[in-house]
């Protein structure tokens, strides 16, 4: 029932001694997703003992040097490993020509089949399976890195039939299926049994987004409208805002303040400057407009639980 996030790296564009670039792992259910790829992501990895072998999909918000210079030691240490499932990778299209470009001047290739999905420039769901969905949106970034954020989404799951209440009213087992999807019961005597007393309601579906390397627009705040959890880049203080616009970012204040208008659950800051050693200020900041705030380091893990729903 895992939901659950690793930061890999919570500084911004030149890494700290204490802050590796961007880079997160997101847990869902076993199923392991990497967004953003900084150099020595793959030593995170290790350091923070996440089974990288399971990771077949990859998330690449945009080609700044700080968010994609650890994929190809990456891709190519699972290559030497000799990894023969799919690995897939959703990002501008233009990392594909990277890739395989040093692929052919190294004169060599991977032990794996590799997919590339390109990134459009509009909302779209990019991937799905029995358990996820991911949506791709744009933000606002410079025009020579289009950005995308992330929205990752635990599908509704199945009500539970209470095994008792369906023997008690002898539900044939070819009926537990509609059951499960919500459907009433009509008993041999031909009375109506409501689904609720045979099925209790799954625990609310969980939901993550990611926003990095972005400027500050209210419109943002529709895509992510009531998520569970919420990272949203704080580069930078609201002392330097001008500085932030310049460099297209956000300052704390304004990731608080997406967060509010989206009315998300819990806010997490990172991709900090490395101006900021101690980003407790940021943090002081942004929970004067939301409190549910919190500061990203390495090795954080931040679990969404299951909540439990009675009816």
């Known amino acids: 029932m895992k939901f659950e996030l690793t930061i890999l790296g919570s500084g911004s564009a030149v890494p700290t001694s204490k802050r590796n670039s961007a880079a997160q792992v997101l847990n869902i259910l076993e199923r392991y997703f990497l967004i953003d790829c900084a150099e020595a992501t793959q030593h995170q990895l290790r350091r923070f003992h996440i089974p990288y072998n399971k990771i077949n999909h990859i998330f690449i918000s945009h080609l700044h040097g700080d968010h994609y210079f650890g994929l190809m030691g990456l891709l190519s240490s699972l290559s030497m490993q000799n990894r023969r499932g799919e690995m897939h990778i959703y990002a501008d299209e233009r990392l594909q020509k990277i890739i395989e470009g040093q692929l052919q001047i190294m004169k060599t290739r991977f032990t794996y089949p590799l997919f590339f ?3 459009s ?23 020579d890195a289009p950005v995308c954020g ?35 019961f009509i008993s041999p005597e031909g009375e109506i049994v409501s689904n609720s007393r045979l099925t209790v309601s799954p625990p609310p579906a969980r939901s993550y987004a990611y926003m990095t390397d972005t400027l500050f627009r209210e419109r943002f705040a ?32 304004q990731a608080a303040c997406i967060a509010c208008l989206a009315g998300v659950r819990k806010l997490l800051l990172g991709h900090f400057s490395a101006r900021y050693p101690d980003p407790t200020c ?5 929970q004067a407009i939301f409190p549910n705030t919190f500061i990203c380091t390495d090795g954080d893990t931040f679990e969404i639980p299951a909540l439990k729903r009675n009816t």
Request: hydrophobic residues 40%; proline residues 2%.
């Open 121 to 143: 420039r509009k909302e779209e769901r990019i991937y799905e399976d029995r358990s996820v969905t991911v949506t791709a949106f744009p933000l606002l970034h410079r025009k």
């Open 222 to 253: 529709d895509v992510v409208r009531g998520v569970d959890l919420l990272y949203h880049e704080a580069t930078y203080g609201k002392e330097l805002e001008a500085v932030a616009k310049e460099n297209f970012h956000s300052t704390a204040e």
């Open 117 to 119: 999905h390109y990134l």
């Open 282 to 286: 940021l943090l002081a900041e942004a």
């Open 150 to 184: 992330f929205l990752f989404q635990e599908k509704e799951r199945e009500r539970t039939v209470l095994k008792k209440e369906a023997e008690a009213w002898k539900v044939p087992v070819a009926f537990m299926q509609y059951l499960k999807k919500g459907a009433d």
